[in-house]
């Protein structure tokens, strides 16, 4: 079995504009681009779990979120990509050409790009897959314009979720911060922001205990952890904001991360600790995560991987 030159692990905005850009390049990408089943690497990534874009240049009616991902898909197979709807099982990146495994099948590469995202903590209530994109939110800068002037919720105390309930004021008339404890654990300035603004009001010691509606939210049922006291905020959104997950898993102990699980990248470049190995996209981005810098992150690791491959064969 020859080796191919490019393997994509996942199938985001990140690691299909990758596809697009090794497939331009002659280089036969193969994508592996997770299963349908699974949260954590399902083809197409987050995207694939939300309604309305409208953030995304070049589409200024908006597009649905797997809408775009089809587009995405389409493009790469165009030039030539291959894809396998399967999740990858185990890699090993000791070795060149790198071998990566979907269950009993290796599929060997001189250059691997990873691209498996990030997924956001959820509350683990039943109701969120049934109202995710339908008023429940895990991202203010992309959904917070859908809200102009209804009063919504902030779950979450850390810096994340007060910079998005201090960005969703802009748009709602009121935001109230619902909090499990009584003291936020985001940085004094965040905490100082929240606090000074006249919008955004704080439920502590409180969880969200279910959500109501069917087709949208119209409210969240919330529980005093101290008395155990019940009530339904009339919110008509409900933004998460407890903390994201990379799905770096299969690269423990392989590829360097940081703290947090993030996949450590050269500065100004996708390559990893790696020769030949790059990474893009919310796997290794928790400052942006946004469509459109995934997107010009696979880009450049298309690019990287491109050159790397040139330099390799000289």
């Given at each position: 079995?020859?080796?191919?030159?490019?393997?994509?692990?996942?199938?985001?905005?990140?690691?299909?504009t990758a596809a697009i850009y090794t497939a331009r390049a002659n280089l036969a990408p193969l994508v592996i681009e997770g299963e349908p089943s699974s949260t954590s690497d399902q083809p197409g990534g987050q995207l694939m779990l939300t309604t309305d874009v409208e953030n995304f240049p070049g589409f200024p009616e908006g597009i649905m979120g797997p809408e775009l991902m089809t587009k995405f898909r389409e493009q790469a197979q165009r030039f030539g990509a291959e894809f396998i709807t399967e999740r990858v099982t185990a890699v090993d990146l000791s070795v060149r050409p790198f071998r990566v495994s979907v269950r009993?099948?290796?599929?060997?590469?001189?250059?691997?790009?990873?691209?498996?995202?990030?997924?956001?903590?959820?509350?683990?209530?039943?109701?969120?897959?049934?109202?995710?994109?339908?008023?429940?939110?895990?991202?203010?800068?992309?959904?917070?314009?859908?809200?102009?002037?209804?009063?919504?919720?902030?779950?979450?105390?850390?810096?994340?979720?007060?910079?998005?309930?201090?960005?969703?004021?802009?748009?709602?008339?009121?935001?109230?911060?619902?909090?499990?404890?009584?003291?936020?654990?985001?940085?004094?300035?965040?905490?100082?922001?929240?606090?000074?603004?006249?919008?955004?009001?704080?439920?502590?010691?409180?969880?969200?205990?279910?959500?109501?509606?069917?087709?949208?939210?119209?409210?969240?049922?919330?529980?005093?952890?101290?008395?155990?006291?019940?009530?339904?905020?009339?919110?008509?959104?409900?933004?998460?904001?407890?903390?994201?997950?990379?799905?770096?898993?299969?690269?423990?102990?392989?590829?360097?991360?940081?703290?947090?699980?993030?996949?450590?990248?050269?500065?100004?470049?996708?390559?990893?600790?790696?020769?030949?190995?790059?990474?893009?996209?919310?796997?290794?981005?928790?400052?942006?995560?946004?469509?459109?810098?995934?997107?010009?992150?696979?880009?450049?690791?298309?690019?990287?991987?491109?050159?790397?491959?040139?330099?390799?064969?000289?």
């Amino acid at each position: 079995m020859s080796a191919r030159n490019v393997i994509i692990i996942g199938s985001g905005p990140a690691g299909l504009t990758a596809a697009i850009y090794t497939a331009r390049a002659n280089l036969a990408p193969l994508v592996i681009e997770g299963e349908p089943s699974s949260t954590s690497d399902q083809p197409g990534g987050q995207l694939m779990l939300t309604t309305d874009v409208e953030n995304f240049p070049g589409f200024p009616e908006g597009i649905m979120g797997p809408e775009l991902m089809t587009k995405f898909r389409e493009q790469a197979q165009r030039f030539g990509a291959e894809f396998i709807t399967e999740r990858v099982t185990a890699v090993d990146l000791s070795v060149r050409p790198f071998r990566v495994s979907v269950r009993d099948t290796v599929h060997e590469a001189d250059a691997v790009i990873v691209s498996t995202g990030a997924q956001s903590m959820m509350l683990g209530l039943e109701s969120e897959a049934r109202l995710l994109g339908h008023g429940l939110s895990t991202c203010a800068t992309c959904d917070g314009f859908f809200f102009r002037g209804q009063e919504i919720a902030v779950v979450g105390g850390g810096d994340s979720a007060m910079e998005e309930a201090t960005f969703l004021t802009r748009f709602a008339a009121k935001v109230t911060v619902i909090h499990r404890r009584d003291a936020l654990r985001a940085s004094k300035i965040m905490q100082d922001r929240a606090f000074n603004n006249p919008k955004i009001e704080f439920r502590w010691n409180t969880v969200v205990d279910d959500l109501v509606g069917t087709d949208r939210l119209e409210g969240a049922v919330v529980r005093d952890v101290l008395t155990g006291e019940t009530a339904t905020l009339p919110v008509t959104g409900l933004f998460v904001a407890i903390g994201h997950t990379p799905n770096t898993a299969l690269f423990a102990g392989v590829l360097d991360q940081d703290d947090e699980g993030y996949l450590v990248t050269h500065p100004g470049s996708s390559a990893t600790n790696i020769p030949g190995v790059f990474a893009c996209g919310d796997v290794q981005d928790h400052t942006y995560r946004q469509a459109v810098t995934a997107a010009g992150s696979g880009c450049m690791a298309a690019i990287d991987a491109e050159r790397w491959l040139e330099a390799k064969s000289d």
